[in-house]
């Protein structure tokens, strides 16, 4: 007679997946520093890639004294001057030899799954932001960093599953109490091939600041660039920050002096579908039919270490709802291009109750074989006791078809998206705009 699995008497154990970062592996069972493991409270969450494991346990004495940090302790009294060198690193994905990394990475299509990926972009940054500003003096008090933007993120192809991948990143400038940081991702296009061949992707990341005890904004170690390659990011970092600063005045003369006619020519297109629906152009929809909507409370284990919402998190969540948003207004599976811009407007904490609102802001269909599909998300936390809700933050990505969805789809055209109110005119033209100066 065949035994059962299990008896009815006999419960079947679960066992987490996952170590303590802070763990020594040297360390057993009788040993003082395993009796004396920070509280779990302090941990960072357990929503982890595997990247974020592996930046945590290398840099787990950093980490441990950010966890707890000695707010009593006086601030650092001297700054430091660093080379881009002292805050590089370099991260790599074997998944040409591991199987369970791979499959943790593989998208529907056999490429990387992008949404994760960003993840692992925010929390190398981090980490490199946390190095670059590491005063090397355990009696002072660390900083509060935390991400402020995310610049233009173009793929320049797809990542596949199946060769390996490397990230390697470095402060590229610095500002008083601002942190420019950029990262490159390379494929080789064979095993065989030099990695430093293809960059299949760039990306750049502004970290701010803050004075842990007080929050106020706190000046950072000094950077200088040594290789001519470090003074000429340096350089292109500073032109970014003089640009990101001239932005706001340059959008609020462009609404000033011939805005209105855009606003007005963009209303016009819309109004027609909101008083003469049978009679609007069948090629266009109006914005905000091409409306996504999602939403969470926000849990302990996707918490930082600093024991907020993962920055990271955030970013993949978007993503996966602009994609979202993409295929249902294409029609067709639609292939990532660019994260064109994301706000970190207010930390996000465990508990708050978080809704995601997308939307195709524009479209560009002027090149068939590769029309392009721009999505804004905003992410707001919401109050229902106080009735309040506040932005979070704003990403914006675009998306194209991919090709064989087209192949299979001929003759499906992307529609243009057309505003019913001026709130939304105003916002495409800001997105446009804003795009053009990036271009």
């Known amino acids: 007679m065949e035994e059962s699995i299990s008896s009815p ?14 763990n020594d592996a040297d360390s057993n069972s009788n040993s003082d520093s395993s009796m004396t493991k920070k509280p779990l409270s302090l941990w960072p969450g357990m929503y982890h890639s595997p990247v974020t494991i592996a930046l945590w346990e290398t840099r787990s004495k950093t980490f441990e004294r950010l966890l707890d940090p000695p707010l009593d302790a006086p601030p650092q009294s001297e700054l430091l001057t660093k080379t881009p060198s002292r805050s590089r690193m370099t991260i790599l994905y074997n998944f040409s030899s591991d199987f369970i990394l791979r499959e943790q990475y593989r998208d529907p299509c056999n490429e990387v799954r ?8 925010d ?23 935390v991400t402020a933007s995310v610049d233009k993120m173009v793929l320049k192809k797809p990542i596949s599953v199946d060769i390996d991948l ?23 296009p064979t095993q065989s091939a030099e990695a430093t061949d293809s960059v299949v992707l760039t990306a750049t990341f502004i970290f701010v600041a803050r004075d842990y005890k007080t929050r106020a904004a706190a000046p950072v170690n000094r950077l200088t660039p040594e290789t001519e390659r470090e003074k000429s990011l340096y350089e292109a970092a500073e032109a970014r920050n003089k640009l990101r600063k001239s932005k706001i005045k340059g959008h609020q003369k462009a609404i000033e002096n011939g805005g209105v006619n855009r606003v007005a020519a963009l209303l016009a297109e ?39 919402i993962f920055g990271g998190f955030l970013m993949h969540r978007a993503f996966e709802l602009a994609f979202s948003t993409a295929y249902v207004f294409a029609g067709m599976m639609p292939s990532f291009l660019e994260v064109d811009h994301v706000d970190f407007l207010r930390p996000v904490d465990v508990g708050d109750f978080l809704r995601f609102g997308s939307c195709v802001l524009y479209t560009e269909r002027e090149n068939s074989d590769q029309p392009l599909i721009h999505v804004e998300v905003v992410a707001h936390v919401t109050r ?54 990036d271009s």
């Open 114 to 121: 992008i949404g994760k990926l960003l993840e692992d972009l």
């Open 166 to 188: 490397r990230i390697s990143g470095a402060v590229t400038w610095v500002g008083r109490s601002s942190i420019e940081i950029q990262l490159d991702v390379t494929q080789p």
């Open 270 to 308: 819309g109004r027609i579908f909101c008083d003469m629906p049978a009679l609007a152009d069948r090629d266009s929809i109006l914005l905000r039919e091409t409306r996504l909507e999602n939403s969470l409370i926000c849990q302990p284990q996707q918490r930082n270490i600093h024991g907020r």
């Open 384 to 437: 229902p006791e106080l009735r309040s809700s506040e932005v979070s933050n704003r990403f914006y990505f675009t998306f194209t078809v991919r090709h064989e969805a087209k192949a299979k789809n001929n003759g499906v055209r992307i529609r243009k998206v057309v505003p019913a109110t001026e709130e939304e005119a105003r916002r495409i033209i800001e997105r446009i705009d804003a795009d053009s100066l």
């Open 123 to 145: 929390a190398l940054a981090g980490t490199i932001s946390v190095k670059h500003c590491a005063d090397d003096d355990s009696t002072t008090r660390p900083l509060y960093l």
């Open 9 to 22: 008497t006999t419960p079947i154990h679960i066992f987490s997946t996952l170590l303590s970062p802070f």
